[in-house]
């Protein structure tokens, strides 16, 4: 019997290290990325806005200035900020776009966007185009990952990144092992996962989560890691699996132990935690799979949302 044919979705999560390094070149000379005492917001949605999340606590963690993030429908338009920076894969959202529009001609915007060919090349004042990065798949991988690299990268080119954070090109070398190493047998057989992270990681918890929804129909659920024990705990048990991004707080590993529940937590492992984010992606492939979903499809979902009157 032939094997199965790959899916995009696996295709273009294993392509993210050279994408990573090319986000580097690409932060050198480009225009928009904001600078250290800017006061600025980042926004998208879906998967964007959770990249929103990690840059935001990235540079605040860096003290390049105040930032927030916000999903594009939830903006507080008539907030003062020196810069706002939206990241849409397509181009073509309407909550993106229509915040744009709200904000030409009083706040400096910056896009990061895949395609070249849709509307917030002329919505946004500066572009960054990362079309290397873009997919058929309608799940997001590398877009995401790409997108959050090139802002990571525009910290690095200021000088500061928060102590422990990886330059990307080190980001990107753990991306190669996360593409290659073996996914424990405990978490391919869950039947629930828990994501968790602390500050910038938080985010990449919220986006592991959405993509174990998306492609594998997954219950999954993202916290910080701290409030985990203020309830969400409840739920963690045999055949449940607890994963934490970045550091793992005091105590977390001996509680999930004495309730029978799986940890998975690579900060002992080394992992770049955006490296570790891919091992998640691989997770969401394997279980659609196994469910005899196909990632590459995911239901009530496309590529983009365009809002109709």
């Given at each position: 019997?032939?094997?199965?044919?790959?899916?995009?979705?696996?295709?273009?999560t294993?392509?993210?290290?050279?994408?990573w390094?090319?986000?580097?070149?690409?932060?050198e000379?480009?225009?928009?990325?904001?600078r250290?005492?800017?006061?600025?917001?980042?926004?998208?949605?879906?998967?964007?806005?959770?990249?929103?999340?990690?840059?935001a606590a990235?540079?605040?963690?860096a003290?390049?200035?105040e930032?927030?993030?916000?999903?594009?429908?939830?903006?507080?338009?008539?907030?003062?900020?020196?810069?706002?920076?939206t990241?849409?894969?397509?181009?073509?959202?309407?909550?993106?776009?229509?915040?744009l529009?709200?904000?030409?001609?009083?706040t400096?915007?910056?896009?990061?966007?895949?395609?070249p060919?849709?509307?917030?090349?002329d919505?946004a004042?500066a572009?960054?185009?990362l079309?290397?990065?873009?997919?058929?798949?309608?799940?997001q991988t590398?877009?995401?990952?790409t997108?959050l690299?090139?802002l990571?990268?525009?910290?690095?080119?200021?000088?500061?990144l928060?102590p422990?954070?990886?330059?990307?090109?080190?980001?990107?070398?753990?991306?190669e092992?996360?593409?290659t190493?073996?996914?424990?047998?405990?978490?391919?057989?869950?039947e629930q996962?828990?994501?968790?992270?602390?500050g910038?990681t938080?985010g990449?918890a919220?986006?592991a989560?959405?993509?174990?929804?998306?492609?594998?129909?997954?219950?999954?659920?993202?916290?910080?890691?701290?409030?985990?024990r203020?309830?969400?705990?409840?739920?963690t048990?045999p055949g449940?699996?607890?994963?934490?991004?970045?550091?793992l707080?005091?105590?977390l590993?001996?509680?999930?132990?004495r309730?029978?529940?799986?940890?998975?937590?690579d900060?002992?492992?080394?992992?770049?935690?955006?490296?570790?984010l891919i091992?998640?992606q691989?997770?969401a492939?394997?279980?659609?799979?196994?469910?005899?979903h196909?990632?590459?499809?995911?239901?009530?979902?496309?590529?983009?949302v365009?809002?109709?009157?």
């Open positions: 019997m032939p094997a199965a044919e790959e899916s995009r979705t696996a295709a273009e294993a392509t993210q290290p050279a994408c390094r090319r986000a580097v070149t690409a932060a000379g480009a225009e928009g990325l904001p250290p005492g800017e006061r600025v917001a980042v926004t998208g949605c879906g998967t964007s806005w959770f990249m929103a999340q990690a840059y990235l540079r605040e963690q003290g390049q200035g930032t927030d993030a916000f999903a594009s429908s939830e903006f507080p338009a008539d907030r003062h900020y020196d810069r706002v920076v990241i849409t894969r397509s181009g073509t959202t309407t909550e993106v776009l229509t915040l529009s709200a904000l030409r001609g009083r400096p915007t910056t896009a990061l966007t895949a395609d060919k849709t509307p917030v090349m919505a004042d572009v960054a185009v079309d290397w990065a873009d997919e058929e798949s309608v799940v590398r877009f995401a990952t997108a690299a090139f990571r990268a525009g910290l690095e080119r200021h000088g500061t928060p422990g954070v990886k330059p990307v090109t080190e980001a990107a070398a753990d991306a092992l996360a593409i190493q073996p996914l424990p047998a405990a978490v391919l057989g869950a996962w828990t994501f968790l992270g602390r910038w938080y990449l919220q986006e989560a959405l993509k174990m929804r998306e492609a594998a129909r997954a219950w999954t659920e993202a916290y910080p890691a701290m409030e985990y203020h309830g969400p705990i409840s739920i048990g449940r699996v607890a994963w934490i991004f970045g550091d707080p005091e105590g590993s001996g509680e999930v132990d309730i029978g529940g799986t940890l998975i937590a900060s002992d492992g080394g992992l770049d935690p955006m490296a570790d091992r998640a691989r997770l492939v394997a279980v659609a799979e196994s469910k005899g196909n990632p590459d499809h995911p239901r009530n979902l496309t590529r983009s365009i809002l109709t009157d």
